[in-house]
């Protein structure tokens, strides 16, 4: 499946394409850059009447290091990405979940899939790999980002 997004572009591209998102321009605003979502923590994943709500804890890694060697960490928010008409989800691991990375990204071609109509050109593509626990991918037309500070 083709898509766009920052695994085509680069990242001043791929900080354009997050800002048109609905809630996206906050998110970028807020951390300075298009995070990647980089050790941020699953903290609900829900889907429920063709919808999909997912829910991480994040933060952006300072170039500080504080009195005890430990990287500082500031802008510290709880991320939801609400989706909605869901289209196709693919899940693997456990319940538990450190982000690797986390992108969208727009499916720019079809596919069917065995049991649903699948994914469509337009619909968005939310991907993430993690260094533990569940990773996955999530599709659908309509797509909500918000951001909660912590």
Do not use: C
């Amino acid at each position: 499946m083709a898509m766009t997004g920052p695994a085509a572009d680069s990242a001043t591209s791929y900080e354009k394409f997050l800002r048109m998102l609905p809630g996206g321009a906050e998110v970028v605003d807020w951390f300075g850059f298009a995070p990647s979502f980089h050790d941020a923590t699953l903290e609900r994943l829900e889907l429920a009447n063709n919808s999909a709500t997912l829910v991480l804890a994040a933060f952006r890694m300072t170039d500080k290091v504080d009195d005890r060697g430990f990287v500082v960490l500031d802008k510290h928010a709880l991320i939801t990405i609400a989706l909605r008409r869901v289209s196709g989800v693919s899940l693997t691991g456990d319940a538990g979940s450190i982000v690797s990375s986390l992108t969208i990204a727009a499916v720019t071609s079809e596919s069917r899939w065995r049991s649903v109509r699948g994914p469509a050109i337009g619909d968005f593509q939310i991907s993430w790999e993690s260094s533990y626990g569940l990773e996955g991918v999530l599709f659908a037309p309509e797509l909500l980002l918000s951001l909660q500070p912590q």
